[in-house]
Structure formats: C-alpha cells, structure tokens
C-alpha cells in the first residue's frame, strides 16, 4: 500500500519539484510560495505525506517523508521547508478520528502551520471551552494555512503551568516578519 501510494505521489509531485526550482528567486522575492505553488502541492498531496489516510492523507513511512522532502528541499530549500512545515496536519492523528473530521470541517487538504512555544493563554470560557489569546512569532507557511496549531498556557487554578496545543483558523491574523534587506 506504501508504495502504491508513494508512486502516485512521485507521478503527481514530479512537475511541482520543477517548477519549485524554476521559481525559487520569485518565492525568495515574495518571502513566501506563491499561491499557485501552493495550490499545486497541496493538490499533489504534498501537504500531507504524513496525515492519516482517514484524514486524507498518505500515512507514508518516516523514512519515504523525509526522502519526498530532501527532493523538495533539492529544488528549493525554502519550499521544502515550507512544505515540511505545512504537514503539521499529521497531528490530527492524535485525535479522536471524529474529533479530527470536525476540527477540519471534513476537508482532506487542509493546510496547518505549527507553533509550539507556549506564548498564548487559554482562559476558561465554559465547560470544556478556553478563550485563546495571545501573540505569536512568524510562523513558516502561516500565510496560506487554514489552521494555526499553537502553543498555550492554561491560566485557571485546576490546571495552572499546564500547556496546551491549540487549533485556530489561519489566514487573516499572519503577518511577515520584518526583512533585513
């Protein structure tokens, strides 16, 4: 089944791994993947290598991601990274299955960025709701993920100094970061 899979991905990947190289000086002068770069690899899979095939992804083996990656890198180091970043959606794999599929409304191509450090507070809003508030440090491929997994401090007594992961909506709350250019 891995290679199965791993073959469909090498066919479908091959094209995007050219254009990543003949494109790497316009994402180095965006300081991100364009769009349609982006559009692309997520369309080949490229996104979720390590996701759950019950999410939609291809639940490849450590040692195949890291060789899909190196290729990626190869073409354009800062999209491979990128693309590395962006399979934070394997995460799900830790959740109930159910609770995964709500999280991402059902969809099998969801885009995530990670941000561990805990630098956000969770506040109790409601039975097992928190309020998450808090500023993050640029976070690679937030500007085209769809979720936001952060890390956060849990700030009632029952469960003070405890951290938490977080999932939140992407997109409108990423910034750059400044460029020394």
């Not at 290679?3 to 300081?31: F, H, V």
């Not at 080949?44 to 759950?52: S, W």
């Not at 885009?111 to 956000?120: M, N, Q, R, V, Y």
């Not at 936001?148 to 405890?162: E, I, K």
């Amino acid at each position: 089944m891995f290679a199965e899979q791993s073959s469909t991905l090498d066919i479908t990947a091959a094209p995007i791994l050219a254009q990543l190289s003949e494109r790497a000086r316009e994402t180095e002068r965006l300081g991100t993947l364009p769009p349609d770069l982006v559009e692309q690899a997520r369309r080949a899979g490229l996104f979720h290598l390590a996701a759950p095939r019950a999410l939609g992804g291809a639940e490849l083996p450590p040692a195949r991601i890291v060789e899909i990656l190196e290729e990626c890198c190869r073409a354009d180091g800062s999209a491979g990274w990128t693309i590395m970043i962006g399979n934070g959606s394997a995460y799900a794999a830790w959740l109930d299955p159910a609770v995964a599929t709500d999280l991402f409304g059902g969809r099998t191509d969801a885009l995530s960025a990670c941000a561990f450090a805990p630098t956000g507070r969770l506040t109790p809003s409601g039975p097992k709701q928190f309020q998450l508030n808090g500023r993050w440090g640029f976070t690679s491929g937030c500007l085209h993920a769809d979720w936001f997994m952060t890390g956060a401090f849990v700030t009632d007594a029952t469960a003070r100094g405890c951290w938490r992961t977080a999932a939140r909506t992407g997109g409108s709350r990423c910034s750059r970061p400044p460029r020394d250019r």
